[in-house]
T-cell receptor, first 112, second 115 residues
Framework: DAKTTQPTSMDCAEGRAANLPCNHS???????VYWYRQIHSQGPQYIIH???NNETNEMASLIITEDRKSSTLILPHATLRDTAVYYC?????????????FGKGTHLIIQP | KAGVTQTPRYLIKTRGQQVTLSCSPI?????VSWYQQTPGQGLQFLFE???????NKGNFPGRFSGRQFSNSRSEMNVSTLELGDSALYLC??????????????FGSGTRLTVV
């Protein structure tokens, strides 16, 4: 699975949009971009995934660059409950030899 | 519907003992995978089961093993516990081994402390 690079931490004001970047310059054509988050003392929570096109669901939007070498997760109106570690993961959709490979993620802190 | 259930939530064991952790996936999910989370190593994949068969395995010693039952419930076992096995053990389930649908759903984990 391709390696990802994320900032270690970010701050965002409550009510503003939180934009979390992820670089995945070695992504392969059949690899998807997944985002999970982990709130303290809980298991990771799936947020969104995409292959090429931008995606939106009830939680967030995912913007993938045309060359697919980077992406941005957008939380449109951040709340204090969005404070968590956010993981960007790239992997194939089916199978895969090593499950989900979690990096260090970005610790997003929402400030009141 | 009920989420992924892991039992027990907390466990304290002594070095050298063995431990069994349980995971009940979401109803209808047939894939169960296990992860270890420690402050130093982060989240690491242990193994994945689908229809009672181990499909994938991470880079862990043979002391770590698992199994899946016909009702998709899974157990993982750690024998001859070491202090370094202290960690949060997370279970995740999905409908199949394909992750491109809704991804994996994780449980809240079992916090194992080895003393």
């Amino acid at each position: 699975d391709a390696k990802t690079t994320q900032p270690t931490s970010m701050d965002c004001a409550e009510g503003r949009a939180a934009n979390l970047p992820c670089n995945h310059s070695t992504i392969s054509g059949n690899e998807y971009v997944y985002w999970y988050r982990q709130i303290h003392s809980q298991g990771p929570q799936y947020i969104i995934h995409g292959l090429k096109n931008n995606e939106t669901n009830e939680m967030a939007s995912l913007i993938i660059t045309e060359d697919r070498k980077s992406s941005t997760l957008i939380l449109p109106h951040a709340t204090l409950r969005d404070t968590a570690v956010y993981y960007c993961i790239v992997r194939v959709a089916v199978g895969g030899a090593d499950g989900l490979t979690f990096g260090k993620g970005t610790h997003l802190i929402i400030q009141p | 519907k009920a989420g992924v259930t892991q039992t027990p939530r907390y466990l304290i064991k002594t070095r050298g003992q063995q431990v069994t952790l349980s995971c009940s996936p979401i109803s209808g999910h047939r894939s169960v995978s296990w992860y270890q989370q420690t402050p130093g190593q982060g989240l690491q994949f242990l193994f994945e089961y689908f229809s009672e068969t181990q499909r994938n395995k991470g880079n862990f010693p043979g002391r770590f093993s698992g199994r899946q039952f016909s009702n998709s419930r899974s157990e993982m076992n750690v024998s001859t516990l070491e202090l370094g096995d202290s960690a949060l053990y997370l279970c995740a389930s999905s409908w199949t081994t394909e992750t491109a649908r809704r991804g994996y759903t994780f449980g809240s984990g079992t916090r194992l402390t080895v003393v």
